[in-house]
């Protein structure tokens, strides 16, 4: 028979005491272990968070320091002295409150060619560039609206063939961007003040039906004596075409009998203009 040794005061075994010392030494190194290492991650994240936030501050500052620049430079300068893209960025100041708003100015340039590109461009078309949204591009079309009624308010105060300049202006405003083509007509009176501008057709990217009666019959109504013509070409070049000028030329016959007279037909293209008058085809 095999003899068990003696237990202790507690009724265990000294063997079995020993070996549950050794466990629960080995248990609690463990956890001191666990404990540093849990200890430094935190550590390490509080840090990495410390720097994300020093990061997001430095460029916070920075952007913040470059807008008071630039409104300084605006304010004491005027906006000759801003590149188009930071004409823009000023305006996306206001639009765009809590980021660095040079790349987006840029990107719009870059996409639609100039500022006028950037204005005529269609909702749709503005929210493909990376940081504008709905948002955004509402407001931009609001500013479109409100510079194409300011130029049309100068118009109505004055006699339009002595605002030539303020005509052009208004038509290009107007329709030097859009993707299809439009057939507008400025209706004018006696003392060749406008008194209406309606869009009369639009059509595809190379066509606008026109009908010569009806472009008669609404003159009559507005009681107006004169009308010039306008029509945009979408491919840019403002060249006329053969049935441009056959059109022309039908509604002056159309008109004249009728005491109408048609000063001019102008059709706007992205990078200028032509006049039927210029041109000698009226």
Same mark, same amino acid.
């Given at each position: 028979?095999?003899?068990?040794?003696?237990?202790?005061?507690?009724?265990?075994?000294?063997?079995?005491?020993?070996?549950?010392?050794? &466990?629960?030494?080995?248990?609690?190194?463990?956890?001191?272990?666990?404990?540093?290492?849990?200890?430094?991650?935190?550590?390490?994240?509080?840090?990495?968070? @410390?720097?994300?936030?020093?990061?997001?501050?430095?460029?916070?500052?920075? +952007?913040?320091?470059?807008?008071?620049?630039?409104?300084?430079?605006?304010?004491?300068?005027?906006?000759?002295?801003?590149?188009? +893209?930071?004409?823009?960025?000023?305006?996306?100041?206001?639009?765009?409150?809590?980021?660095?708003?040079?790349?987006?100015? /840029?990107?719009?340039?870059?996409?639609?060619?100039?500022?006028?590109?950037?204005?005529?461009?269609?909702?749709?078309?503005?929210?493909?560039?990376?940081?504008?949204? &709905?948002?955004?591009?509402?407001?931009? /079309?609001?500013?479109?609206?409100?510079?194409?009624?300011?130029? $049309?308010? @100068?118009? $109505?105060?004055?006699?339009?063939?002595?605002?030539?300049?303020?005509?052009?202006? +208004?038509?290009?405003?107007?329709?030097?961007?859009?993707?299809?083509?439009?057939?507008?007509?400025?209706?004018?009176? /006696?003392?060749?003040?406008?008194?209406?501008?309606?869009?009369?057709?639009?059509?595809?990217?190379?066509?606008?039906?026109? +009908?010569?009666?009806?472009?008669?019959?609404?003159?009559?109504?507005?009681?107006?004596?004169?009308?010039?013509?306008?029509?945009?070409?979408?491919?840019?070049?403002?060249?006329?075409?053969?049935?441009?000028?056959?059109?022309?030329?039908?509604?002056?016959? @159309?008109? /004249?009998?009728?005491?109408?007279?048609?000063?001019?037909?102008?059709?706007?293209?992205?990078?200028?203009?032509?006049?039927?008058?210029?041109?000698?085809?009226?």
């Amino acid at each position: 028979m095999v003899s068990r040794p003696p237990k202790t005061n507690h009724g265990v075994d000294e063997d079995d005491q020993s070996t549950f010392n050794m &466990e629960e030494g080995a248990l609690d190194e463990r956890r001191f272990f666990a404990e540093q290492q849990n200890d430094r991650r935190l550590q390490a994240e509080s840090d990495g968070d @410390t720097h994300k936030k020093s990061e997001r501050e430095k460029t916070s500052s920075h +952007y913040h320091g470059h807008r008071d620049r630039l409104r300084k430079r605006f304010r004491e300068s005027g906006e000759t002295a801003l590149a188009d +893209y930071e004409v823009l960025e000023l305006l996306l100041f206001r639009l765009i409150p809590r980021r660095d708003t040079k790349p987006i100015a /840029k990107a719009l340039l870059d996409k639609f060619g100039s500022l006028g590109g950037v204005f005529g461009a269609p909702i749709e078309r503005l929210q493909e560039v990376s940081g504008i949204g &709905e948002s955004v591009a509402l407001d931009l /079309k609001l500013v479109s609206a409100l510079a194409q009624r300011s130029i $049309k308010s @100068t118009l $109505k105060e004055r006699q339009v063939l002595s605002s030539w300049s303020s005509v052009i202006d +208004y038509c290009t405003a107007a329709m030097a961007h859009e993707t299809r083509e439009q057939f507008r007509i400025l209706f004018l009176d /006696k003392r060749n003040r406008l008194i209406a501008d309606e869009v009369q057709g639009i059509g595809t990217v190379d066509h606008t039906p026109v +009908y010569p009666r009806e472009v008669v019959r609404r003159a009559l109504e507005l009681s107006a004596t004169a009308i010039i013509l306008v029509h945009n070409h979408p491919s840019g070049d403002p060249t006329p075409s053969r049935a441009d000028i056959d059109m022309t030329h039908m509604i002056i016959s @159309t008109a /004249k009998p009728l005491g109408i007279t048609v000063h001019d037909h102008i059709i706007i293209g992205k990078d200028g203009h032509v006049s039927f008058k210029g041109l000698k085809f009226i």
